[in-house]
Each structure stands twice: as C-alpha cells, then as structure tokens.
C-alpha cells in the first residue's frame, strides 16, 4: 500500500472530527447527569419472584416378566421408571401368591402347581443425600400386602424389581403355563 492510500485529506478529516465531536456531546450529558443521582433522589421498587412445583408421583414400565421354562431356579428383572418429588409409600401386591398353573393352581397327582418365589426392590432416593429405598419379599409376603416407605426422601432415579425362583420341590411342576400378578403403587405423602 501507498502512503496516499492511508492519508486523509483535510475536509473529510475535519468532517470526522465534528462528528466525535458531536458524540462526545451527546455522551456528557449523561455521564454527568448519571453522577447526580444518588440514594436519596432514585426511585426504587422491589420485585418480589414467586413460584409452586406442584406435588408429582408417578410409576410406570414394568410390563412382563418372562421366566420361560421354569424347571430349575431363574432370576428375571425389570426397571420402573420412578418420578416422586415428594416422600412416598411403595404398596406391593401379589395375586396369587405364587406363580401358578393357569388351569390347575393346585397341581395333579405328584406336580405342584404353584412356584413360590421372591421379590426384592431397589429404588434410588435422595435425602438431602443418596441412598436405596430396599426390600426384599416372599411371594407369601406380598399376598397380604407390603409397604416400602421412603421416609423424608424423594426419588431419584428407576427402581429395579428382581424376581427369583427356587427349583421346585418333589416332583417338580405339572406342565402348562404359569402366571401371576402383583401390583406396584405409589402412594405420595404429602
């Protein structure tokens, strides 16, 4: 580059001084007006910020438990989506007490019909800390009913059943298919 390139000439830089200038005017009077204003002559007003998180507890996904052939002791699992943001109880139930035949629970001749089984529970809550909402149950157990409480703690993350079955004693199980329900409910305390 030119040292022409760079130089500018006298009217525009007399036009680029009045415009500075100019700003440095408008910009004064504001400065200057801005240091007059003190705690005595502000005006002042308070916003006061309010909220609610409305009370939530809710349990979902579990589905089927599959344990396909049931001749010798198995283990299945499955994740419950848990979303309390207050304390809460956990209602266990089971139907039947058992996993039974569908259309001879008492069994025939030798072969039982119904495979006792037990149930444990895992569910992450927070306190202000972390800790494990655990219990463990016979299929027995949860036919009267069973109550997890979480005490002052909100959950924090899925809970986890685990259902383990023992080899059947005897002659072993009559052929056929087996079921059983129990329900999970959560009940927050509010």
Same mark, same amino acid.
């Given at each position: 580059?030119?040292?022409?390139?760079?130089? /500018?000439?006298?009217?525009? %830089?007399?036009?680029?001084?009045?415009?500075?200038?100019?700003?440095?005017?408008?910009?004064?009077?504001?400065?200057?007006?801005? #240091?007059?204003?003190?705690?005595?002559?502000?005006? !002042?007003?308070?916003?006061?910020?309010?909220?609610?998180?409305?009370? !939530?507890?809710? /349990?979902?996904?579990?589905?089927?438990?599959?344990?396909?052939?049931? /001749?010798?002791?198995?283990?299945?699992?499955?994740?419950?989506?848990? #979303?309390?943001?207050?304390?809460?109880?956990?209602?266990?139930?089971?139907?039947?007490?058992?996993?039974?035949?569908?259309?001879?629970?008492? #069994?025939?001749?030798?072969?039982? =019909?119904?495979?006792?089984?037990?149930?444990?529970?895992?569910?992450?809550?927070?306190?202000?800390?972390?800790?494990?909402?655990?219990?463990?149950?016979?299929?027995?157990?949860?036919?009267?009913?069973?109550?997890?409480?979480?005490?002052?703690?909100?959950?924090?993350?899925?809970?986890?059943?685990?259902? %383990?079955?023992?080899?059947?004693?005897?002659? =072993?199980?009559?052929?056929?298919?087996?079921?059983?329900?129990?329900?999970?409910?959560?009940?927050?305390? /509010?």
């Amino acid at each position: 580059m030119s040292f022409q390139e760079l130089h /500018i000439n006298p009217p525009q %830089r007399r036009r680029r001084l009045l415009a500075l200038a100019a700003a440095a005017a408008i910009v004064v009077p504001f400065t200057a007006s801005a #240091g007059v204003l003190d705690s005595e002559t502000a005006a !002042k007003l308070d916003v006061e910020l309010t909220g609610q998180v409305s009370p !939530k507890c809710e /349990i979902t996904g579990g589905g089927g438990i599959d344990f396909n052939e049931l /001749i010798a002791e198995g283990a299945a699992s499955s994740q419950l989506d848990l #979303g309390c943001n207050v304390p809460f109880d956990l209602r266990l139930q089971s139907g039947n007490g058992a996993l039974t035949h569908v259309s001879s629970p008492q #069994g025939e001749g030798p072969f039982a =019909g119904a495979l006792p089984y037990t149930l444990e529970l895992t569910a992450p809550t927070l306190s202000p800390h972390p800790s494990v909402l655990h219990g463990a149950f016979t299929s027995q157990q949860l036919r009267g009913g069973v109550t997890l409480s979480s005490g002052d703690a909100i959950a924090s993350g899925p809970a986890r059943i685990e259902v %383990r079955t023992a080899a059947p004693g005897g002659a =072993g199980l009559l052929a056929g298919a087996y079921a059983e329900r129990f329900t999970v409910m959560v009940i927050p305390r /509010i």
